[in-house]
């Protein structure tokens, strides 16, 4: 959310709990988790007690401890310096630009499989309805705080809770008539399957559907009262998300064979067969219409958050003077225009891999692989800033005594290694080509990512 430095605090907890919603709860990532059945509950279990809770715990503790503009950067560089910061939140911005493409696709990819069927697949239509929705999303930030705050709240309430509620409760109106389960709920197949294995790459994206939790802590300085407005907010939206997801998410696996769920369209596969069979098809365009809303509400939060920190990246002299340009509504401007720049040329692995499905997969996977690095960093930096600075005022501390702290954040740091780990393995239904073509592809842009960042560090330590 574009909000600018304003003398006058407006964010309270309903607002702040909105802006946590449309960061995380995304319906792009419910046919990923959906692959799994209903093991998907054990999945988000152990996400949520291995990586969301800890982020949402230490996200609390750091933001009321250096409430201050700026997010991770500023807890990083207090930890450890500004060229590490500057690192940590390169990563940030760098995964969301490669996220940005696959949550457009998503849009585009619902809007046309419900408007226009026979345009769904056509990779010119595709890449031009893209870059002009990211353009529109990118002009609409420059306009600060009052237009895109008030955006976020109606996308999260209209296109994400609603459309959430209504699949939950049409997948419980499915079971309830007698219709048979996609998915076998039986105590069995709660636990992981043996012929999941060859997919558990998309474990890293059930992860990556949970990040964004701390995201909205950019914001400190425009929020009523942060001690006790943040940890309130960061409760409350936790609780939310973690049952909207795995609810929405096996709702779509009860309709839609696990063998005919498409990654991308997932879930309006799900909604269609639903509607259908309460003779309700007539609300598809609309479901459409919610959905595409919720997505833009997700782009809308995330172009302009992070940006945020890299501009206090550059004004720390990290990055060329040119960079801190803003506008008289102080939003970063250089920043948005360079991230339009790259997030267009990012949009061509759609033409270069096998197909749109493929493509779709591949930045996602690269996406989860930085976002899940990033996090490992918060994780050290949360233990590193209670040893460095123990006495820093904390309206929040992670409740448990002095070892819950670094207890928490290690599991959170090993859940997030192992996530990475597995993205490396493409699931068995994506035509990436060869797994020796996969990974290299994978490597070498993560390397490409990281190579600004690594030379300003080492530039900066010979001089």
């Known amino acids: 959310i574009a909000i600018a430095a304003s003398p006058n605090k407006k964010l309270k907890v309903f607002a702040l709990t909105m802006i946590n919603i449309m960061a995380v709860a995304s319906l792009r990532t419910l046919p990923f988790s959906a692959e799994y059945g209903f093991s998907l509950v054990f999945y988000y279990a152990v996400a949520a007690i291995a990586f969301f809770i800890p ?3 230490i996200s609390a503790e750091l933001a009321t401890g250096w409430p201050s503009r700026g997010g991770a950067y500023v807890w990083v560089r207090e930890a450890f310096g500004d060229r590490w910061a500057f690192l940590t939140i390169w990563m940030q911005w760098v995964f969301n630009l490669i996220w940005f493409p696959t949550i457009l696709v998503f849009i585009v990819q619902t809007g046309l499989s419900i408007f226009l069927p026979e345009w769904a697949h056509h990779r010119g239509i595709l890449l031009a309805t893209v870059l002009s929705l990211f353009w529109g999303a990118t002009a609409l930030n420059c306009f600060g705080m009052q237009i895109s705050s008030a955006f976020s709240t109606i996308s999260a309430i209209i296109g994400t809770l609603i459309p959430m509620t209504l699949i939950i409760a049409l997948a419980g109106l499915w079971l309830w008539q007698g219709e048979p389960s996609a998915t076998p709920l039986t105590w069995e197949h709660f636990w992981p399957q043996s012929d999941q294995l060859q997919n558990m790459a998309f474990f890293a994206t059930i992860l990556f559907g949970l990040l964004g939790i701390e995201m909205s802590a950019v914001h400190a300085d425009d929020i009523l009262a942060p001690g006790k407005t943040y940890p309130k907010a960061i409760f409350l939206s936790t609780f939310i998300i973690l049952a909207s997801l795995t609810l929405s998410s096996l709702a779509i696996a009860l309709v839609v064979p696990r063998g005919e769920l498409n990654v991308i369209n997932g879930l309006t596969q799900a909604f269609t067969i639903m509607l259908d069979k309460q003779g309700l098809h007539w609300l598809l365009p609309l479901v459409g219409l919610m959905i595409i809303l919720s997505g833009l509400g997700n782009v809308s939060t995330w172009i302009i958050g992070p940006t945020k920190g890299i501009l206090i990246a550059a004004q720390d002299g ?36 096998p197909s749109i499905e493929s493509g779709y997969w591949v930045l996602t996977a690269m996406t989860a692989q930085m976002g899940l690095a990033y996090y490992a960093v918060l994780f050290i930096t949360s233990i590193r800033l209670r040893k460095k600075s123990p006495n820093q005022p904390r309206a929040f501390k992670v409740p448990g005594g002095k070892w819950s702290l670094p207890i928490i954040a290690s599991t959170g740091f090993i859940c997030c290694i192992v996530a990475i780990g597995l993205g490396f393995l493409p699931p068995e239904r994506m035509a990436v080509g060869t797994l020796w073509r996969y990974e290299a592809f994978l490597t070498c842009g993560i390397l490409l990512i990281l190579l600004p960042p690594g030379m300003t560090i080492l530039y900066k330590s010979e001089h």
């Open 318 to 353: 990290n990055l060329p003077i040119s960079w801190t340009h803003t506008n008289a509504r102080k939003v970063p401007v250089t920043i948005l225009t360079i991230q339009g720049i790259i997030f267009t040329g990012l949009c061509s692995v759609f033409v270069l891999m």
């Open 55 to 57: 982020i949402a715990l």
